[in-house]
């Protein structure tokens, strides 16, 4: 099972940088309910993942996407960016 480094924006590196294993065939938004785990990110919050500048879809198959963006396991790390789900609720 393939290992990544993350880090979480907002937090320390040294308390927001995780290496998380990720099954290879799994989906982006598989990938995140692992992230949520880990990170202990509460369900109010929506994951985000970025690679060089690039989003990753919920989607894309995690492992395949980072291979074609040229993903690097041993120096390249996956930014995770939360914000909370939002909207009004109208009766």
Known sequence: M????FRMMGLPP???????NVPKEASC???KNLLRNAYKIHQA????LIY????ISDNDVFSKKL????HKPEKDTITIITQQAGGWIFQ
């Open 2 to 5: 393939p290992r990544y480094k």
């Open 45 to 48: 919050l929506v994951i985000q």
């Open 29 to 31: 938004k598989d990938t």
């Open 52 to 55: 060089k500048g690039q989003p």
């Open 14 to 20: 040294n308390q927001g940088t995780k290496s998380v």
């Open 67 to 70: 291979n074609d963006l040229g």
